[in-house]
């Protein structure tokens, strides 16, 4: 969500308008979308866990590719959408953020610009190691307790993931709605 911030406040920071700036805030409203998407699929997935072994405590995890390799997919496909990977919408998202916050040209904006891509640095760092150590390492004294998805979670995460993968691949239809209206937002932040 800060990259939306980010995105607002480059935009706000940019007095005249420019192609860079509408880009930045098309960026945000893709972002919006991305987030609701990719976020609702994480929460959802964590509710399996939580619903099998009752505890969130990743520590208490490992090896669960083993046992629910289409839970393991799910998780991997949905934290690379939230990193911003390409080929899933928060790629499409984090790009014409940064490329409109760093066009903006304003000091301020390409150093925070250059800031917050180290954010996605941490972030990846962050979702690697969980999924290595969850997922990959040694079994864990919960992860006997987890079985893959049951069809009905299948059905309720699958729709979010396959939405972020459609707009990642061929985002002109989501890109067609939210233009015009980043456009009346760019005029309204020029007053």
Do not use: C, N
Not at 4 to 18: F, M
Not at 131 to 156: K, M, N, S
């Amino acid at each position: 969500m800060g990259y939306i911030v980010l995105a607002l406040g480059a935009a706000g920071a940019s007095t005249p308008r420019t192609p860079a700036r509408d880009l930045a805030i098309t960026g945000a409203v893709t972002q919006m979308v991305s987030h609701g998407l990719v976020t609702g699929a994480l929460f959802l997935l964590t509710g399996v866990l939580w619903d099998r072994a009752q505890s969130y405590d990743l520590g208490r995890y490992g090896g669960i590719a083993g046992r629910a390799p289409v839970f393991t997919k799910l998780v991997v496909v949905a934290a690379f959408a939230s990193l911003g990977l390409p080929g899933l919408s928060g790629f499409i998202a984090e790009f014409q953020i940064f490329a409109g916050v760093i066009g903006t040209g304003t000091a301020g904006t390409v150093v925070t610009g250059g800031l917050a891509i180290l954010g996605v640095l941490i972030t990846a760092a962050l979702f690697l190691r969980v999924l290595h150590h969850a997922f990959l390492g040694r079994p864990g004294e919960l992860t006997p307790r987890v079985g893959d998805v049951r069809p009905y979670e299948l059905a309720a995460v699958a729709p979010l993931l396959l939405l972020s993968v459609i707009i990642g691949i061929a985002p002109r239809w989501l890109l067609d709605l939210i233009e015009p209206v980043a456009a009346q937002i760019a005029a309204l932040v020029a007053r």
